[in-house]
């Protein structure tokens, strides 16, 4: 069985799959029976295209990065817009690989809601939905059929929304406490080691963990949505992350951060959930974890989940230092599941 | 769909697996369909019994635990050994929770091969026959199209096994890292808090986690054990637990602890596995970890596993300070995924 796949979004995240994808192709068909053909991609700058005899993958990622239009590889149809690709595209899976919008979610979740209603699964690594229209996606697409993955939301290919669902069944998640957001990690664990907080900050950049514009991370925003997500998934919570009480970093200073280690410490940006008689209480803040803990350890881009539940006490997923193909990995993880379900 | 249940072994695990099923029962059968009958217990020192009407799980747990044996439980048919048990039960799943025997993993292997022989699926918590005789259990249980899981071998219900092969497809271990034994752990934890070897020890008895006769953890054998059942598993390595380069804690001296400490480090036993040009190289030894990092901030019972991957780089779990229950627990997970999978 041959999978169309259509992207809506073509970013690092997608062309690192691209790429991981093309080098471990032979594998993936001999272990999985996965076998695939691209035969749509939507671009904000590099435009739209269709293809029904298929698209190289490679080819476009590397054409997207000469700063070429997509519409010059042959035998390609062109359209104006993400939609018009959706609604004319002839594939089995779409992925939703677009930047967050933090402010509602959308476009994504309009292409994810059309992308189901033409039957097709979906694969996002796109928070947005996922923190504002979550139930709602998953009604329609089990309604459907279909299958709808999202473990590049949070912590990249890390499980946790596999985690839960499918290795701990029967338990029921009480709360969680996690370092979700790279950016501000690596700006807190640099002024720990005597840099200020620009100059941590031009690091993240030059790294490619911050985008220029770095106020949705260091705000809290971006790990506001995360702890969203996890609270809908994980906890039935139906948040939005409006409800989240949310402290970025931009007032933690050097000397609370050497306070904070003479007292055997380290402050990190924590997204908490918590099941309360309201719900689920969300806050992310900076706060003094003790330096001899998985929160505490957590150093640079490493990134940390510690879910509480009632059967299993408290486990831990730590996923250290991250770069792009960890999420490249996590489209890679949900289309193989795909797969599997066939 | 009811599921009959028979156990080899009745022990401590087995006891709270009995209690835990009990009180989730309702709530079981609602999420999963999970509907169960226990048709047989055999014990060591308790009897050995089936029974075609069934078994109340919890007035055998209470039985045993008075000392009473299982045979005046009414209506039950009274066999001599376990080997008979399972020949002659009406059941569809055995649970060989029998006690670790390090030498040979026997007779849990014989029992798991014979109860496969008469087409019953089988969980157990004991590491033994995946240490020894994995590679043969495994193909003759996908031969009769029938389930074998063992997650609660290593780091009780903590996502280990199922963790890679469910959360991370397509994901080759490259190898791993881990605090895998307890007593062992809260012997060096207590010894860095002040306390004697020997106090430790006790403390560790106290609490349930060493047995009387605790040589087996203290020597490494233990988590030299657990290392293959990881090899095995993950890493393809049909090993044995005479192949792992192996040293205990016995020679840990306060001062090594103290000494460690004034560097900003822990004494840790940690078990390594790594491939290399003659297959896996496996190691079990006490050796000084960065406090600030997953090893060395596993204290008390906490086991840490760190997986290294190709796609996904380093992932940890941590289960914190595991008790009986989170064992259990590894029985009740086997025992839906076996449902779901029917």
């Known amino acids: 069985m041959e999978l169309k796949l259509a992207f809506i979004g073509f970013g690092s995240v997608a062309r690192a799959f691209a790429r991981m994808f093309a080098e471990r192709q032979s594998n993936l068909e001999l272990e999985y029976g996965l076998r695939c053909r691209t035969t749509a991609i939507a671009t904000a700058n590099h435009g739209c295209i269709t293809s029904t005899i298929g698209i190289d993958l490679v080819e476009a990622a590397s054409s997207v990065e000469r700063g070429a239009n997509l519409s010059l590889i ?5 359209l104006s817009d993400p939609i018009s690709v959706i609604n004319n595209c002839d594939a089995d899976i779409l992925f939703e690989v677009t930047p967050l919008n933090a402010i509602d979610g959308e476009p994504a979740t309009t292409h994810i809601r059309t992308a189901l209603a033409r039957g097709l699964h979906v694969v996002t690594a796109n928070k947005g939905p996922i923190a504002f229209a979550y139930s709602d996606l998953k009604a329609v697409a089990a309604e459907a059929d279909l299958s709808f993955h999202f473990e590049g939301t949070v912590m990249d290919g890390a499980p946790v929304f596999n985690l839960v669902q499918t290795c701990l069944p029967g338990v029921r998640v009480l709360g969680f406490s996690g ?4 950016t501000t990690n ?3 664990s640099g002024m720990e080691s ?3 907080f620009e100059e941590s900050l031009a690091e993240a950049r030059r790294r490619g963990i911050a985008e220029a514009n770095a106020d949705h991370d260091i705000d809290g925003w971006d790990a506001a949505v995360k ?5 809908n998934v994980l ?3 139906d948040a939005r992350p409006i409800d989240v ?3 970025g970093i931009r007032n933690v200073t050097v000397e609370d951060l050497d306070g904070a280690t003479r007292s055997g410490k380290a402050i990190r940006l924590v997204a908490r959930g918590k099941r309360s008689s309201g719900g689920v209480t969300l806050t992310v803040t900076p706060e003094p974890v003790p330096l001899n803990s998985p929160l505490g350890c957590a150093r640079g881009t490493t990134n940390v989940l510690i879910i509480e539940t009632d059967l299993m006490g408290e486990i831990a997923v730590v996923e250290d230092e991250p770069g792009i193909d960890q999420t490249a990995y ?3 993880s949900d289309l193989i599941r795909i797969r599997q379900h066939l």
Not at 74 to 78: A, H, R
Not at 179 to 182: M, Q, R
């Open 74 to 78: 042959p035998n390609t149809v062109v």
């Open 179 to 182: 370092i979700l957001n790279s």
């Open 186 to 188: 690596l700006i807190l």
């Open 194 to 196: 005597g840099h200020s």
């Open 227 to 231: 702890a969203v997500a996890l609270a």
């Open 235 to 237: 906890m039935d919570a």
């Open 245 to 247: 009480v949310r402290q």
């Open 330 to 332: 996590a489209l890679l």
